[in-house]
């Protein structure tokens, strides 16, 4: 596509739920990101695909967080077990190429998730 | 990856030139220069990146200091919708430990453009 897409755009969840999130990234970008932003808080980066593998998951908050990827395209983010804490927008990237390689890269962005944990 | 400062935030008046700048005195060679912005409520933007020499797109300028401790991204007009918060960030080229050359954001500079 275009651009980055995510799904859903909002999501609501009771604490203690599972909750899957979904990006498409830009047909033919290789390197797939996925960050978190809390309310009036930074960018916090979670996890990082080079294809279907993930080289650097040091931003995963807890073993209640995981991401795979298939097809070295769509990549979801699943939540086991919800946390209140866990409250936040979760936004994908992609970039042609990942790693060193892909320095001389801009990175796409999607328009995030919206999680709320109730 | 070498760490970049940049002021907490700027003010600007609209239709004329903003400069942010950004620190960075322990740039590698290998360091490229990324900026983003993230507009209220918006996922980040690619605004521009570089190495070496200046580079300018349809969005903004850089300008990299000749001994590459320093740029700066220049907006030739600021419009109202320029306000956001401007990200500068070095990415390393041959970092594949570690971070992985993966952006890692820091808290940027918040613009404001007064009608």
């Known amino acids: 596509g275009a651009g980055v897409s995510q799904s859903p755009s909002n999501k609501v969840t009771e604490k203690g739920k599972d909750v899957e999130l979904r990006c498409d990234p830009i047909s033919g970008h290789t390197a797939l990101y996925w960050y978190r932003q809390s309310l009036g808080q930074g960018l916090e980066f979670l996890i990082y695909f080079q294809g279907n593998s993930a080289p650097d998951k040091s931003g995963l908050p807890s073993d209640r967080f995981s991401a795979e990827r298939t097809g070295g395209s769509v990549s979801t983010l699943t939540i086991q077990r919800t946390q209140q804490e866990d409250s936040a927008v979760y936004l994908c990237?992609?970039?042609?190429?990942?790693?060193?390689?892909?320095?001389?890269?801009?990175?796409?962005f999607g328009s995030g998730t919206r999680l709320t944990v109730v | 990856d070498a760490k970049t400062t940049q002021p907490n935030s700027m003010e600007s008046n609209e239709e004329e030139p903003v400069h942010l700048p950004c620190n960075h005195s322990t740039i590698s060679g290998t360091d490229y220069i990324h900026w983003y912005r993230q507009l209220p409520s918006q996922g980040p933007e690619y605004v521009i990146h570089g190495l070496t020499s200046n580079v300018n797109n349809r969005m903004a300028s850089l300008a990299i200091a000749e001994d590459r401790k320093s740029s700066t991204l220049i907006l030739h007009r600021a419009t109202l919708r320029d306000a956001a918060v401007y990200y500068c960030i070095l990415r390393d080229q041959w970092n594949y430990g570690g971070s992985q050359g993966n952006l890692i954001f820091g808290k940027g500079t918040k613009l404001s453009v007064k009608p």
């Open positions: 990237a992609s970039s042609l190429l990942g790693g060193g390689a892909g320095a001389n890269y801009g990175y796409t």
